[in-house]
């Protein structure tokens, strides 16, 4: 059996033919399966995980470049990527700050694109900090004179 062609296609199809083999017997073939599937669906997390880190970014990126257009949707946009990285995490507790610290630049670089091509324009921000993506407050609310 071709696990790994079975769980990159399916992870419900490679469960089903876990579970025949294992009625088969076959504990050795199931167990690599089982391990071909764990890894699979880590791989799967963690470009879950990447994905919403990008959309984060790329809001904030556009929240920087456009202040003029900022809007409550964007607002709402951000929060909720934090809270779906917040999700993923406490799915999965191996996605840790440091496996996030290790793809930052690569999510930076494609949400530099992606904001850039939203935004019809160049961007001048090609940095963004720990701060700025978790913890500064995004908002409308007028700010004091």
Do not use: F
Request: charged fraction near 25%.
């Amino acid at each position: 059996m071709n696990w790994q062609e079975l769980s990159a296609h399916s992870h419900y199809q490679t469960a089903l033919a876990i579970q025949m083999e294992l009625r088969k017997g076959n504990i050795s073939e199931a167990n690599n399966g089982i391990m071909e599937l764990i890894t699979a669906l880590s791989r799967s997390e963690k470009r879950a995980l990447k994905s919403q880190v990008i959309r984060l970014m790329k809001h904030i990126i556009q929240w920087e470049s456009q202040p003029q257009k900022r809007s409550r949707s964007w607002v709402a946009t951000i929060h909720h990527a934090r809270n779906e990285i917040k999700d993923i995490q406490e799915e999965t507790p191996s996605l840790t700050a440091e496996v996030i610290r290790q793809m930052w630049d690569t999510c930076l670089a494609a949400a530099i694109v992606e904001a850039e091509d939203e935004m019809n324009q160049d961007t001048q921000i090609n940095q963004l900090s720990w701060e700025a993506v978790w913890e500064k407050d995004y908002s409308l609310a007028v700010q004091p004179k």
